[in-house]
């Protein structure tokens, strides 16, 4: 396994990360303060940066589970993911939205909540069960395209951080979805039980470790300026004779370096179709942490000026916090993590 960055991808990396700094950053503060506007700025950057304007959290994660016909005909669809339901939060299993068959379509009924993007999305990636009484083997994933009838937003969200990502609230009432749809294949497999419908985590978690991974960079970067003549770059400087802020920093540099290979890992997994479950859940639950730690350590060192808004080190801490709750909180990945490491089903160790 390689996890150095290819040669090919170097350029991309880099003009990503010239876009992120001199054209995204600039705006951050605007739409923070502008909750749920769309970025319009967004649109401009999708038709001259390579491969931006493909991909999402829904087709990311319905790629570990759709057959090769959908993969083609959802290519660069923007869809979002609903799984989240009212009273059904971290147990993915307890969904109540129901897909009912009939002729060709199914019939989708229930409500999600928390859907990222919900309201601007092309698509949306539904989790619905064909058959309660079979529990969560019944769950299958379906495309439902913006502007079906019969699915509505209800609301947006308001919320602590990444204010400009709309956050929807979105219900689904007698929705015909056609049954070609339905992402992979029909059958319910008692046998495999939840698991083919839990791959779609092992593909999105280790996106969100990257979020994660970015804001804490992007704190540590900003608070190394800050002190710049306080700090030795070069590591030179034994640990224990580092100034209590250097010795902070360098320890936190390891912790996220340690995450960004983690979350590598996970992800290279991920492409190369290899089983990654376990993986994915320690990269997300270490980036996931580390963000948090990172994000607001870095605003408590630079006190005063961490805290105002004219630096957006509090930004950052506030954006970095949904990265350890969505897509399985830590307490969710470390309960997986254990069960893997155990060999414990999810009946044996709750």
Known sequence: MNLQTPKKFK???????????????????????????YPIELDMLASVVDGMNQGSEGMNAGAAVANEEQLHRFHGTWAAMAITEPGCGSDSAAIRTTATKDGDDY??????IFVTSGERADAVVVWATLDKKLGRSAIKSFVVTKGTPGMKVERLEHKLGIKSSDTATISFINCRVPAANLLGHAEIDVAKGFAGVMETFDNTRPLVAAMAIGCAKASLERIKEIFKDQLDSTYATPYLQSSN????IYRMEAE??????????????????????????????????IGNE?????????AAIGYNETELLEKWARDSKILDI????????????????????SSELK
């Open 11 to 37: 350029l991309l990396i880099d003009q990503a990360h010239e876009v992120a700094l001199n054209v995204l950053r600039p705006i951050s503060r605007k739409y923070d303060k502008a909750e749920h506007a």
């Open 107 to 112: 019939i989708l009924n229930g409500e999600k």
């Open 245 to 248: 802020i250097a010795a902070q």
């Open 256 to 289: 996220w370096e340690a995450a960004r290979l983690l979350m590598l890992k996970a992800a290279w997994m991920a492409d190369n179709r290899k089983p990654n479950s376990r993986e994915a859940s320690i990269a997300k639950a270490k980036a996931g942490r």
């Open 294 to 302: 990172i994000t607001l350590k870095c605003v408590e060192l630079a």
């Open 326 to 345: 969505f897509e399985g909180t830590q307490q969710i990945q470390q309960l997986i993590i254990a069960r893997r490491e155990l060999g414990k089903s």
